[in-house]
């Protein structure tokens, strides 16, 4: 009964509990540069989408949208580290690539502004099972960089 009622006052609230926690940090390369750490922990038989997947079809890429982004510079790619795999998935019947258990997704940053202290910005993400996919979801972000280390 109890499962019940929480399922109704979940659906009711629109509110469902994501198989994803992201967590967020800086790294300081030097007084200019920074790497900025996201961290996917994904719920077992859960998975997230690379965001190097070629082409449109299939399930939404992971993807990092940076607030004010005149005033960082990107460098390089970001790169993705975790639990990946590759190849033809069931469900869509096309190549992909899945990240499972635990991603880490490094961007490196210079700053083009020596005022920034905050980067602000959103991760857009989609996650499947076996079964089903949840509708993409994006997730604000603030890394704050005055406690990088």
């Known amino acids: 009964m109890m499962q019940i009622l929480f399922l109704l006052v979940t659906l009711f609230n629109g509110v469902a509990p994501s198989p994803v926690n992201w967590s967020t940090k800086a790294q300081k390369i030097n007084d200019h540069e920074y790497n900025l750490i996201f961290t996917a922990n994904i719920e077992n038989g859960w998975n997230i989408y690379s965001q190097h ?3 449109d079809d299939g399930p939404v890429k992971t993807s990092f949208t940076y607030e004010a982004p005149d005033r960082i510079q990107l460098i390089g790619k970001n ?18 690539i899945k990240i499972m258990k635990k991603g880490t997704f490094t961007q490196h940053i210079k700053l083009r502004d020596a005022n920034v202290k905050q980067i602000k910005g959103s991760i857009e993400y989609m996650c499947c099972n076996s079964m089903q996919c949840l509708p993409p979801k994006q997730v604000p972000f603030t890394i704050d960089l005055s406690t990088a280390k």
């Open 79 to 96: 790169e993705e580290t975790g639990d990946i795999h590759k190849g033809i998935d069931e469900m869509f019947g096309i190549e992909l």
């Open 53 to 55: 997947m070629k082409g």
